[in-house]
């Protein structure tokens, strides 16, 4: 199985901007990979930020986006709130099978 | 709007099998696919497998295969997870999460569902 890595921790001040990444075991990760990425609060189910690369569903803050970087697919944060400290994680899929990355910890400090 | 209503915590001792439902309103059921989702304490979400309400079809996790078998009761708009074989290692959050087709990822997620496996 293919393995996808995050960066364990970043860290962010209020307003600035920061890039968390997603890269495959595999080689690139393409818009044909479908990465999608979600936001984890403490003792909180996940929240689906980003779909399909770049797409934000309703309730995604205008702050974040996102794109392909490289090889990677990426997560911006543009104007950090202290509310954005959170887990966040990455999914790709490959053929039908969906795996995670093991998550970033975001700070807002 | 979606909503996804998962059924309560279970204790269950190695070996058995448990049985966790997921409960949709907010749209229609066959139209949206259902994802599985784990997560062990402290530790990272795992993808478990997928499953197609409208004609019942399923992928599971390599992990998983033979293990882990997903349904869905249509009259009821629920669709269920059961994992068997359970071992110390299973113990996590189970969580449901609807995508808007097969091939697609989680959008919607249901409250989770703890599941301990403890002798």
């Known amino acids: 199985q293919a393995v996808v890595t995050q960066e364990p921790s970043l860290t962010v001040s209020p307003g600035g901007t920061v890039t968390l990444t997603c890269g495959s075991s595999?080689?690139?990760?393409?818009?044909?990979?479908?990465p999608y990425w979600f936001q984890q609060k403490p003792g909180q189910a996940p929240r689906t930020l980003i779909y399909?690369?770049?797409n934000k569903h309703s309730w995604t803050p205008a702050r974040f986006s996102g794109s392909l970087l490289g090889d990677k697919a990426a997560l911006t944060l543009s104007g950090a709130q202290p509310e954005d400290e959170a887990e966040y994680y990455c999914?790709?899929?490959?053929?039908?099978?969906?795996?995670f990355g093991g998550g970033t910890k975001l700070t807002v400090l | 709007q979606v909503q996804l209503v998962q059924s309560g915590a279970e204790v269950k001792k190695p070996g058995a099998s448990v049985k966790v439902s997921c409960r949709a309103s907010?749209?229609?059921?066959?139209?949206?696919?259902m994802h599985w989702v784990r997560q062990a304490p402290g530790q990272g979400l795992e993808w478990m497998g997928i499953?197609?309400?409208?004609?019942?079809?399923?992928s599971y996790a390599q992990k998983f295969q033979g293990r882990l078998t997903m349904t869905r009761d249509t009259p009821t708009s629920t669709v269920y997870m059961e994992l068997s074989s359970l071992r110390s290692e299973d113990t996590a959050v189970y969580y449901c999460?609807?995508?808007?087709?097969?091939?697609?990822?989680?959008?919607?997620w249901g409250q989770g569902t703890l599941v301990t496996v403890s002798s």
């Open positions: 999460a609807g995508g808007r087709d097969f091939w697609s990822g989680p959008d919607s």
């Open positions: 907010g749209y229609t059921f066959t139209s949206y696919s």
């Open positions: 499953i197609n309400p409208s004609g019942g079809t399923t």
């Open positions: 595999t080689g690139a990760v393409t818009s044909g990979h479908y």
């Open positions: 399909d690369t770049s």
């Open positions: 999914l790709v899929s490959y053929r039908g099978a969906r795996v």
